[in-house]
């Protein structure tokens, strides 16, 4: 059956006269008639009775097919839209990574609420990890899309990033350190007290130690196991690390934030393994996009 067949017989019905009907469709007569006679044969059964007294008119059986076609068209439709989202990302699934400890009214959730309220059809779920993880679970595809350190993510085989926002850096010391929340202090005023560094961000930690190092002093460090362990002993004032605002480790009353006048911004970028192929990473990154450059 093909869609010849099927607008010659609707034509047909909506007319009850294979003259006009065929006029309608821009074929001849004699086609027209051929087309309702090879469809009434693949389906078995007559579609129209034909007498030079009544005219044109639909069987019983025509006129169910007739009903039925509205239907069969419906969900036609609907189908072919859906999967047409489904191809540009607008409905299905995205799993959002967002690291460990960031704060719940940060840029990162405020990206992923406007983008819930721009393509509600599309399924978010969010997945918390340290930053070693967010990295395996791209590969491994259970989480589609993070935001990520541009530093640690830049060099990554196979990943796939774009820098999207900046955030200043700030640093949390022991609140007994006797330094001043708030207050801007150079790295040297910081040499007697421990720092934690992550060892799953070696790069970021030959960085600080060569900041220290120009800084005239040679740093005193704590190595935790990774970077949850890190931040959850600078919560409890075991030394002083590194910070964003956006991190809650702010809100512990053993520690205070200060500034420090060597101190570099934070890149963020926004990253996806290059054989991810869910249509709705390009939606998510195009609005993000869109976002920054208004």
């Not at 350190?149 to 640093?171: C, G, Q, R």
């Not at 195009?286 to 976002?291: A, K, N, T």
Request: aromatic share 10%; proline share 3%; charged share 25%.
């Amino acid at each position: 059956m093909n869609s010849d067949l099927i607008t010659c017989f609707k034509a047909a019905t909506e007319t009850l006269n294979f003259t006009v009907a065929a006029q309608n469709v821009h074929i001849s007569q004699p086609s027209f008639s051929r087309n309702i006679a090879a469809l009434e044969e693949e389906l078995g059964f007559k579609l129209f009775l034909r007498s030079k007294q009544n005219g044109v008119r639909l069987t019983p059986a025509g006129a169910s097919f007739y009903n039925g076609l509205f239907d069969i068209e419906k969900s036609y439709n609907e189908l072919l839209e859906k999967s047409r989202q489904i191809s540009r990302g607008e409905e299905g699934k995205l799993v959002v990574g967002v690291l460990n400890g960031t704060v719940m009214d940060s840029q990162t959730f405020n990206f992923i609420k406007q983008f819930q309220q721009k393509y509600p059809q599309v399924e978010v779920s969010l997945r918390s990890c340290t930053m070693m993880d967010l990295e395996r679970s791209l590969h491994m595809g259970t989480t589609d899309i993070c935001f990520a350190l541009s530093a640690f993510i830049y060099d990554k085989e196979d990943i796939l990033f774009e820098k999207v926002f900046t955030i200043p850096n700030y640093m949390v010391v022991p609140r007994s350190s006797g330094l001043e929340p708030g207050k801007e202090y150079e790295l040297k005023d910081l040499k007697d007290i421990p720092f934690l560094l992550s060892e799953d961000l070696s790069k970021s930690n030959e960085s600080f130690i060569a900041a220290c190092r120009r800084a005239g002093f040679e740093p005193i460090i704590k190595y935790a196991p990774d970077s949850e362990t890190m931040m959850l002993w600078g919560e409890i004032g075991e030394g002083a690390t590194v910070v964003t605002l956006e991190h809650y480790i702010k809100n512990s009353d053993h520690v205070c934030v200060i500034k420090i006048k060597e101190m570099r911004n934070t890149d963020y970028s926004l990253c996806w393994s290059k054989n991810n192929y869910n249509p709705s990473i390009a939606l998510f990154y195009s609005m993000v996009s869109d976002v920054f450059k208004s």
